[in-house]
């Protein structure tokens, strides 16, 4: 089943600014989750929230890539109409008459509760989110890609480290051991702020 709204064009644009701000190297791989009500839309990515008036003639939830909405931010520039239909069905999303057509565009996606977590979520804290955060979750909240992508870095460091510091016989196991002890610190950090939140 589609999922449609209508909103006004500048409504629509003001909340993709404020989804693509400060996003980083984050663009290519963080989603953005619409969840369309009979009246608003709220538009959330990882670290920004945005919420704007709507007709929903449709209510869902559609999960977009940040670079598809990008996209769609570029075709707004040229649309001359003051309130734009958004129609979305699985892999298509049409807003106005400009459509962009992706794989990963999802209907029905978005999860129950959204986490608060900063935008720019440093590398420790992200692998304190794997420890924290079931499979799924980091899936539901869009977290994969960066979860993934903070792994990958902690073993790519702890290599290096290792050969850097392997004349001082410093073994891969005390670094391990360390870095470790640093994710426990931030897991503790991450369980506090979102229990206050």
């Given amino acids: 089943m589609p999922v449609e709204f209508t ?7 003001q909340a993709i600014e404020q989804l693509k701000a400060n996003r980083g190297t984050y663009s290519d791989t963080d989603f953005v989750d619409i969840v369309i009500s009979e009246s608003s839309a709220l538009f959330h ?18 999960r977009v890539p940040l670079r598809v909405i990008d ?16 129609h979305c069905v699985p892999g298509l999303i049409r807003v106005g008459k400009f459509s962009v057509k992706h794989d990963d565009i999802e209907l029905g996606k978005a999860p129950a509760e959204f986490e608060t977590l ?9 692998l304190a ?10 899936d539901d909240q869009g977290l994969r890609s960066r979860v993934n992508e903070a792994e ?7 290599y290096e480290a290792t050969k850097t510091l392997q ?12 870095v470790e002890r640093h994710i426990r610190a931030a897991v503790e950090r991450l369980r506090k702020s979102l229990r206050a939140a």
């Fill in 118 to 126: 900063p935008i720019n979520l440093p590398l420790l804290d992200t």
């Fill in 129 to 138: 989110v794997a420890r924290v955060f079931s499979s799924k979750k980091i």
């Fill in 152 to 158: 990958h870095s902690r073993r790519s460091a702890v």
């Fill in 7 to 13: 909103i006004p064009n500048s409504e629509l644009r």
């Fill in 45 to 62: 990515a990882v670290g920004t929230e945005s919420e704007a008036a709507v007709n929903g003639t449709a209510a869902g939830n559609i």
């Fill in 71 to 86: 996209k769609i931010a570029g075709a707004l520039s040229t649309m001359k109409q003051e309130e734009l239909t958004v």
């Fill in 167 to 178: 004349a001082l016989e410093i073994s891969e196991q005390e670094l391990t051991f360390l």
